[in-house]
């Protein structure tokens, strides 16, 4: 009995140890979705229905993430810098093969392993439902006699929606600054815009502007397809209409280029699996979503050849010399501004002070005080915007530049969290100036 007792334990440890051994399948823990653009719009719609697919096929809990940002660059960053083994999955955009070539970014393509694309859309042009234009000869009439009055949005600033833009005006015989663009975090905060009256344009995809359309909050104008799309049969192409342009962009996973092989295989087999499925190409087909599936080759051949059109397109569009007045300042054009204006201050403070003190033959340092004061200050928002944001170093300026020019603790500190606010509002809401948000953002 011991005998047999002693046998059975040693079968069991041996086959306990071989277990141990054996690495779990893939999925064995939980997978999280990498999504670049914000909550609501067309990326971050597919990725969860997606996200509820593999879940479903592989029982393992996915997640959405949603990071958000520098026009794309934050997402697309943050995947190609994710852990390789293969439990981040990133979708990407067209806007991979855009932001490098407008030095946003060292991030491109070159920085992922493709997995499969999954989707391909046109672009389109959306108003309000109570927009006075019916069709795009009367918003091209309207442009035409009121050039540079009327704003567009759909993503950030040399996104694929604002190409598709600046194309139709091109083909519509216009320069780009004819429609201004409004740069945003995606269709689902632009078309958020488009109701409350900040923007009269909306450019993206006819899903992602889906519900509104249906109930009449908004109408199409035209899409920039060969044909017209099959869930939107009643919205004309543009060539429909006398304009000969046509643009669109894609949808697909990835994983970071640095992804083992041995993973990449396992992911691949998944993802496509479930991308290329029946039940998700179902939803994309009802949702008005444009269904066209590449394995991980064909994406890598679209990948490589998009990047050298967008490379051509936004060569042409975004840096000829016609378009300089399109070019939206950047997050230090104020405060350069702002700063040439503190040390001319602060000369003619010194320079004022040290007359005066020279006339009652005082010593002049107070005035070389408050000059030092203001070069500190420059010099200080220059080291710390871009980490701490404007609001952050633009109250900490005012506080000590206040203090230098005489004034009390409590009267400082109640100008630097009152004035920079205001003109971080001003600034950055109003006349739509990017400012460094840092710590704190809005």
Known sequence: MLRDTFYFLVAALVLLNGCANEEPGYPSRPISVLCPWAVGGGTDTCSRIFAAELERETGVPVNVINRIGGGGVTGHSAGARANPDGY???TITTEITMMHWRGLTDV???DYTPLCLFNRDAAALIVRGDAPWKNLKELRDHIESHPGELRASGTA?????HLGCIGALLAMDFSSDFVVWVPSHGAAPAMQELLSGGIHIVCCSLPEARSLLESGDAKALGVMAEERVAQFPD?????????DWALGGWRGFALPRSAPPEVVAKVREVVSRVAGGESFQEFLRTSGFG?????ADAFANTLERDDRTSGRLIEKSLKGPSDEDQKVPGPWFFPLVLASGLVLLGFGLASTTRGEELERGAPTRQGKGVFVA???AVILYVVLAQG???LVTAALILFVLSKTLGAGVRASVLLAVTVSPAIYLLFSKVLRVPLPEGIISW
């Open 108 to 110: 491109s393509y070159r």
């Open 291 to 295: 269904v066209s599936f590449e394995d």
């Open 157 to 161: 600033l040399g996104g694929i929606w």
């Open 235 to 243: 919205v004309p192409t543009l060539r429909e209409q006398g304009v």
């Open 388 to 390: 701490l944001g404007f």
């Open 374 to 376: 203001v070069l500190a």
């Open 88 to 90: 981040t999955v990133l």
